[in-house]
């Protein structure tokens, strides 16, 4: 489903509404921008006309209320998930969201986390603590294969830097597609083909950076888990694509090695979620892929290029893929 | 002091002695390239004729009674001062060393350390040791600046997977050179300039790779890390190219963030040595550059091509500098 973009009369006409979240050197760039004087996004929005608004959320009474006033949202987030999953997105009404150097920072997290672990750097710290000098096996990454799940900007960027580490890097999308790999990528196969599970048998790092849709949840299954010998589980996209269930049982029989997981289906975790007790893993705060507001300003001036232009930004999310 | 390199006739003749401690197989290995059987390289070599020796130490009593009949000492290492430092390296004796992967192994060590630190890895870790869920502040390494002490092979191999990273790396030499900066390097400058210092004061990382010459010792002492702001001070050279008590200082006042160090002037470090007490310091063994067996190998092969055809082998270590 590709939204409408909002041709150059609404856009002229439409107020600009900003969440109040927003600190305010943000708002005044989204001002500055938009050529416009901002206001409140309230769960009131008294008056009538066309809706600009820039947030996380859409407040339940505008969407009740003003659904068809809005022509354009573009998320401060790079997971718009929250926002579709909050009930039918108003028809023809344009959502462009945040990505930033969002890759390039789930990149660093990712090879940060991945070159930690062949270094021994949480063994190495605890040695230190003991006053302990003692020579631990560490790892070459170079020549290593890493599956990486989500071919888009953020797998791209993930898989581009892990090449640059001289790691194989091996995409996994909906399908294998034609044509040469996208950059970052040696190989890209198709989730469900022989290959995938072939890759998955041979790969050291398997990492998940799929947006969470309906077709997404708990994709990181049993049957997944099984085809893994031996693999690090590194999840940078969302926590409900992961199956806990699953991934526990394949890190108590050794199918995977350790776990990284950065996102969680409930964050935060509270002190007595089980989750803390999966074995060999690290949870992270849902730290990789932090945007910060010179990330929301750059990208929202890059769409509003385009939509002055007519152009449907490359920002632009397909809100019936959800991503 | 360039050591001559033997000729056709003498290596014909020469036999081959290897270090006790060396693995069959490598040996075999050996045995292959140089088409001769090994002897064991010990305290006594029975017997006459010119001598290619490969192992780790030469032996005091083969220096002291056949230094005149050595030609050619292939060394297992990279770093050869423990060789050097056992006395004057026999006149005329062609000593070559190991590097292998070293440069890419090493590279790995420090961009996982540094990428650990951004990502606040040994933070996590303890943070999910408490079952602990809260946002701890990360960096970017992309768009920081390293030094990197030492612009050879390995400093060179440090600096370009840096580089691939989006760091800005600058090198220091001996001098800035002329022409464009090596391979890996956005820019030289020359150990005791200006721009040093200024660069000291920019870095956000500041890497040694340097050897352990007469020059070298106590290189990074108290003028140098009085120019450091806030870098964090990783060590893959040489121990006694450090000043300890100046590291402590500039640990104690904050002109040093943090120091990660894998090699020290006294290895092992017992348990009660207060190295173990540097503040905000961790300490590893020796760890960052090992060479595997098959690096020896590939290594001397690549030597002994160039000396069968007269050429000096770009693995030779020049005895008067010492690397």
């Given at each position: ?35 416009r ?9 008294p ?24 022509v ?6 790079a ?21 930033g ?13 991945v ?9 190495y ?131 995977v ?66 991503y």
């Amino acid at each position: 489903m590709i939204a409408v973009v909002p041709g150059p009369e609404l856009l002229a006409r439409a107020r600009l509404l900003v969440a109040p979240e927003l600190n305010a050197s943000l708002v005044r760039e989204l001002e500055r921008i938009a050529g416009r004087g901002a206001e409140p996004l309230a769960d009131e929005v008294p008056g009538g006309g066309p809706l600009l608004c820039v947030g996380a959320a859409l407040p339940g009474s505008v969407r009740a209320t003003a659904a068809d006033r809005l022509v354009w949202f573009h998320s401060v987030n790079a997971g718009t998930d929250p926002l579709l999953a909050a009930g039918p997105w108003p028809a023809g009404a344009l959502l462009t969201r945040t990505v930033g150097r969002m890759g390039e920072r789930i990149a660093q997290y990712v090879v940060g986390w991945v070159l930690a672990e062949c270094q021994a750097v949480p063994e190495y710290v605890g040695q230190h603590a003991r006053a302990e000098w003692r020579r631990l096996p560490t790892e070459l990454v170079a020549g290593q294969t890493a599956l990486v799940y989500g071919t888009g900007r953020i797998g791209g960027a993930v898989a581009g830097l892990l090449r640059r580490c001289g790691v194989r890097t091996v995409g996994v999308g909906r399908t294998a597609g034609s044509g040469p790999p996208p950059v970052g990528f040696d190989r890209v196969v198709g989730a469900g083909e022989d290959a995938e599970a072939d890759e998955l048998a041979g790969a050291r790092w398997v990492v998940a950076a799929l947006p969470s849709t309906g077709a997404t949840e708990g994709f990181f299954g049993a049957r997944r888990f099984a085809a893994v010998r031996g693999a690090t589980f590194v999840n940078v996209g969302r926590g409900a694509t992961v199956d806990l269930a699953a991934l526990e049982g394949a890190l108590r029989d050794g199918g995977v090695r350790r776990a990284v997981l950065d996102v969680l289906a409930e964050e935060p975790a509270a002190p007595d979620d089980p989750v803390w007790r999966l074995p060999r893993t690290v949870i992270t705060s849902h730290s990789a892929g932090i945007t910060a507001d010179e990330d929301v300003a750059v990208d929202f001036a890059a769409c509003w290029e385009a939509v002055r232009e007519g152009r449907r930004p490359g920002l632009a999310v397909d809100v019936g893929r959800g991503y």
